[in-house]
């Protein structure tokens, strides 16, 4: 099947005990431009659930959706998805994992685009299992996570950050921009300021003899700032990076 929407407006859409507050998709094509999805709800993906898909998000926004369970916004499977030109994922929350976005083996892409104010359990705006990322010039900020990762809480796959822009992004556990197990990490010229982990408890700040090894691999000002970082927290004010690497170039942390 294949899906293309213009120039239109879809709100207050909700599926109480199944998937997909206003699109399911299984196998096809979905294509949205210049589109608003609002308000939407569903057990997962509370705007869009997506299954061995490809979807194109042009000029469109997914605002003030809701997932009972993973996937605020969209939640993917095996799928492929792109957004582009001043796409907003804003304002979306899941009550497990993935505010904005949920991935679970899904290639994506993320351009020139807003990904602001999103909140769940884990990976405030995005929550990924065995997927592949790319952000490229755009903007993540202001999402929340109760438990881990603020942004981004990733198990497995790779992180490609360039000229990407995020403060603000907040966890009640660890790793206020990114939480990261077995993720590749790649990240250049982009800015990374004013992110918190804030653990309900107090706890001394330390460095596992396995984070030791890790640090050392890292030029000495990262490690600076990774270590100031991580006195805000439990574990990674800015970022949790647990048998991971990272490759890092023109970025700056405060």
């Keep these: 099947s294949f899906v293309e929407v213009h120039a239109s407006s879809f709100d207050l859409n909700r599926c109480d005990n199944c998937n997909g507050g206003t699109l399911y998709a299984d196998g096809g094509s979905v294509h949205l431009v210049g589109t608003a999805v609002l308000n939407s709800s569903a057990v997962q993906g509370g705007a869009m659930y997506v299954r061995s898909s490809t979807v194109q998000l042009q000029s469109t926004q997914v605002r003030g959706s809701n997932a009972t369970l993973r996937g605020g916004g969209l939640a993917l499977i095996g799928s492929?998805?792109?957004?582009?030109?001043?796409?907003?994922?804003?304002?979306?929350?899941?009550?497990?994992?993935?505010?904005?976005?949920?991935?679970?083996?899904?290639?994506?892409?993320i351009v020139d685009s807003d990904?602001?104010?999103?909140?769940?359990?884990?990976?405030?705006?995005?929550?990924?299992?065995?997927?592949?990322?790319?952000?490229?010039?755009?903007?993540?900020?202001?999402?929340?996570a109760s438990a881990d990762g603020g942004a981004f809480n990733m198990l497995e796959g790779s992180l490609l950050l360039q000229a990407v822009e995020s403060s603000g992004n907040e966890a009640s556990n660890d790793g206020g921009f990114l939480h990261a197990t077995e993720v590749v990490n790649v990240w250049r010229?982009?800015?990374?300021?004013?992110?918190?982990?804030?653990?309900?408890?107090?706890?001394t700040p330390h460095v596992t003899h396995r984070a030791a090894r890790q640090l050392s691999r890292l030029p000495f000002p990262l490690i600076a700032h990774l270590l100031r970082s991580a006195l805000q927290a439990r574990y990674g004010g800015a970022s949790y990076i647990d048998r991971s690497s990272i490759a890092v170039e023109g970025v700056t942390m405060s």
């Excluded at 792109?82 to 907003?88: G, K, Y």
């Excluded at 884990?122 to 900020?141: D, F, M, Y």
């Design 80 to 109: 492929t998805l792109n957004i582009s030109d001043a796409s907003v994922l804003e304002g979306n929350r899941a009550a497990v994992r993935g505010g904005a976005l949920d991935l679970v083996e899904t290639v994506t892409g």
């Design 189 to 203: 010229d982009s800015s990374l300021a004013n992110n918190t982990a804030r653990p309900s408890h107090h706890t």
């Design 115 to 144: 990904v602001s104010s999103n909140v769940a359990a884990t990976g405030g705006a995005v929550a990924s299992l065995t997927s592949a990322i790319e952000v490229r010039s755009s903007a993540v900020a202001q999402n929340a």
